[in-house]
């Protein structure tokens, strides 16, 4: 236990607040993935990946300590929010993502592939968005607003193929953040 | 054996409460997702608060990312509008000319038309304009389209008005914060728009079918089949949107037949909302029933 706050000399003080920052990373990026999914570019099949879901997933799979199941409750609640879907279907399923890529996501992809590679972690990722999506139409007819099932089908296959250009991002605010800290 | 028994160190007994908590937030946090779930089914209003608030903090971001776009685009439009001046202009001025003509026949049918409403005393409520706005975020993501605009309670906007560009019908507002507000466009599910097939008169729903094209749904004498290319225009049933705006153009005529859109949300740029064409009439107070003596009514 490091010493009370009022002992700190100024320059630890700052380092204390800067691990507060450095924590909330993940969640202010997945935030601003969640936001940027609302981009006023109309199109007719939804071929707007889900951000947010590929931003949780990334984390969870990651840093899952930075990545607990009650934030990933809070930004599923901003994004039923932000896109008009009757609340709970994003908040019920980004935690339990969370909480299965922490039980069995590990024990899956390290058994067959050694740890984390590439392939490895977009094929992981490719069926837990395939999971998601039917978890998600069958909440969404469950809250009342149900519909075909293509449009989330496309908007699964974008979402796997944003895969590569997200990860990339959020590798690159991590090894920033390693860098800073 | 060990004796006295030895007590776990509490760095162990630390990390076991913590992971309970831990555990028991968890199922603390999906017993609250799914109790918002089921809630939504039964109310799907309660959250109202805090959509118009979220609407609020994300169009100010689009509206201002927006600006150097909107420069690039009109700087390019600008120079494309340099190359083939000359033919195109001509052909604007033939245009014109047939144009001017038309428009003199349409002032002499609606000064007629004024006259005729005059004769037989026709009631019609006044479109009032409330504001325009462009759009400042989209939701394509799944079933819901629906799209914000920048324009909310502090200019008038509120739920419950119509959108329309100037090729026809794009939605109605459903909530509007203090200065954003989010429109229900017609391909999203819940959006029904009663519409009047021109050809016929038939009175019919124009349904959004989360796709590019409208469903027509319901429709009156539906044994005489639709054609391709036969328009739908709003009827004013229901009170909302006001009649004659364009909503669409028949391209399936089987059964059920879809429609596509006039209003593209692509290709548009600024909306105009509407105020509700027969806003819900004020329903006085109830008159007290018992009698007033005379000396105490207001003269």
């Given at each position: 236990m490091t010493?009370p706050?009022?002992l700190?000399?100024p320059?630890e003080?700052v380092?204390y607040?800067r691990?507060?920052a450095?924590?909330a990373?993940?969640?202010v990026?997945?935030?601003v993935?969640?936001a940027?999914?609302?981009?006023?570019v109309f199109?007719t099949?939804p071929?707007?990946?889900?951000?947010?879901?590929?931003?949780?997933l990334?984390?969870?799979?990651f840093q899952?300590?930075?990545m607990p199941p009650?934030?990933?409750?809070?930004?599923?609640?901003?994004?039923?929010v932000?896109f008009?879907?009757p609340?709970g279907?994003?908040?019920?399923?980004l935690?339990?993502?969370?909480?299965g890529?922490?039980?069995?996501?590990?024990?899956?992809?390290?058994s067959r592939?050694?740890?984390?590679?590439y392939?490895?972690?977009?094929?992981?990722?490719?069926?837990v968005?395939g999971?998601f999506?039917?978890?998600?139409?069958?909440?969404?007819?469950?809250?009342g607003?149900?519909g075909?099932?293509?449009?989330?089908a496309?908007?699964?296959?974008?979402t796997?193929?944003?895969?590569?250009?997200?990860v990339?991002l959020?590798a690159r605010v991590?090894?920033?953040l390693q860098?800073l800290? | 054996?060990?004796?006295p028994?030895?007590?776990?160190?509490s760095?162990?007994r630390?990390?076991?409460?913590?992971?309970?908590i831990g555990?028991?937030?968890?199922?603390a946090?999906?017993?609250t997702g799914?109790?918002?779930?089921?809630?939504?089914?039964?109310?799907?209003?309660?959250?109202?608060?805090?959509?118009?608030a979220?609407?609020?903090?994300?169009?100010?971001?689009?509206?201002?990312?927006?600006g150097?776009?909107d420069v690039?685009?009109?700087?390019?439009?600008?120079?494309?509008d340099?190359?083939?001046?000359?033919?195109?202009a001509?052909?604007?001025?033939?245009?014109?000319?047939a144009l001017r003509?038309a428009?003199?026949?349409?002032d002499a049918?609606?000064?007629?038309?004024?006259?005729?409403?005059?004769l037989?005393?026709?009631?019609?409520?006044h479109l009032?304009l409330?504001?325009?706005a462009r759009f400042?975020?989209?939701?394509s993501?799944s079933?819901?389209?629906t799209?914000m605009?920048s324009a909310?309670?502090?200019d008038?906007?509120?739920a419950?008005?119509?959108?329309?560009?100037?090729?026809?019908?794009?939605?109605?507002?459903?909530e509007?914060g203090?200065?954003a507000?989010?429109?229900?466009?017609?391909?999203d599910?819940?959006s029904?728009?009663?519409?009047l097939?021109?050809?016929?008169?038939q009175?019919?729903?124009?349904v959004g079918a989360?796709?590019?094209?409208?469903e027509v749904?319901?429709?009156?004498?539906?044994?005489?089949p639709?054609?391709?290319?036969d328009?739908?225009?709003?009827?004013g049933?229901?009170?909302l949107?006001?009649p004659?705006?364009?909503v669409a153009?028949?391209?399936?005529a089987r059964?059920p037949?879809r429609?596509?859109p006039?209003?593209d949300?692509?290709?548009?740029d600024?909306?105009a909302?509407?105020r509700?064409?027969?806003?819900v009439?004020?329903?006085?107070a109830?008159?007290?029933?018992v009698p007033?003596?005379?000396?105490a009514?207001?003269k």
């Amino acid at each position: 236990m490091t010493a009370p706050y009022r002992l700190l000399a100024p320059q630890e003080r700052v380092r204390y607040w800067r691990g507060y920052a450095e924590r909330a990373v993940p969640a202010v990026v997945t935030l601003v993935l969640v936001a940027a999914m609302t981009v006023p570019v109309f199109v007719t099949v939804p071929v707007i990946p889900h951000l947010g879901l590929l931003g949780v997933l990334i984390w969870a799979n990651f840093q899952p300590g930075l990545m607990p199941p009650w934030l990933a409750f809070v930004i599923g609640v901003v994004a039923d929010v932000l896109f008009g879907l009757p609340l709970g279907v994003n908040a019920t399923l980004l935690p339990v993502m969370v909480i299965g890529v922490r039980l069995i996501g590990a024990r899956l992809v390290a058994s067959r592939f050694g740890d984390h590679s590439y392939i490895s972690d977009w094929l992981f990722a490719t069926l837990v968005i395939g999971v998601f999506t039917l978890a998600e139409w069958a909440l969404l007819s469950i809250a009342g607003t149900s519909g075909p099932f293509a449009p989330l089908a496309v908007q699964a296959g974008t979402t796997i193929l944003a895969y590569p250009a997200v990860v990339g991002l959020i590798a690159r605010v991590q090894r920033r953040l390693q860098a800073l800290g | 054996m060990d004796w006295p028994p030895t007590r776990r160190t509490s760095y162990a007994r630390r990390e076991q409460n913590l992971a309970l908590i831990g555990a028991v937030v968890t199922g603390a946090v999906l017993a609250t997702g799914l109790l918002l779930l089921i809630l939504s089914r039964v109310t799907p209003i309660y959250s109202l608060r805090l959509r118009t608030a979220a609407i609020d903090v994300v169009a100010p971001f689009w509206t201002t990312i927006r600006g150097p776009f909107d420069v690039l685009g009109s700087g390019v439009d600008g120079v494309g509008d340099y190359i083939g001046t000359v033919p195109r202009a001509r052909q604007l001025a033939i245009e014109n000319a047939a144009l001017r003509r038309a428009l003199q026949d349409h002032d002499a049918l609606a000064a007629e038309n004024r006259s005729l409403h005059r004769l037989v005393r026709v009631v019609e409520p006044h479109l009032g304009l409330v504001a325009v706005a462009r759009f400042a975020g989209a939701s394509s993501g799944s079933y819901a389209r629906t799209a914000m605009v920048s324009a909310g309670n502090r200019d008038g906007v509120f739920a419950g008005q119509t959108v329309r560009a100037d090729v026809g019908l794009v939605g109605r507002t459903v909530e509007a914060g203090s200065h954003a507000a989010r429109i229900l466009l017609l391909t999203d599910p819940n959006s029904r728009v009663p519409v009047l097939v021109v050809r016929t008169g038939q009175p019919a729903l124009a349904v959004g079918a989360a796709g590019r094209l409208l469903e027509v749904r319901d429709r009156l004498g539906a044994e005489v089949p639709l054609l391709v290319g036969d328009r739908l225009v709003t009827s004013g049933a229901g009170g909302l949107f006001a009649p004659q705006i364009p909503v669409a153009t028949v391209v399936d005529a089987r059964e059920p037949p879809r429609a596509r859109p006039e209003a593209d949300p692509v290709a548009i740029d600024f909306v105009a909302i509407y105020r509700a064409y027969l806003p819900v009439p004020e329903v006085p107070a109830a008159v007290a029933t018992v009698p007033v003596p005379r000396e105490a009514r207001k003269k």
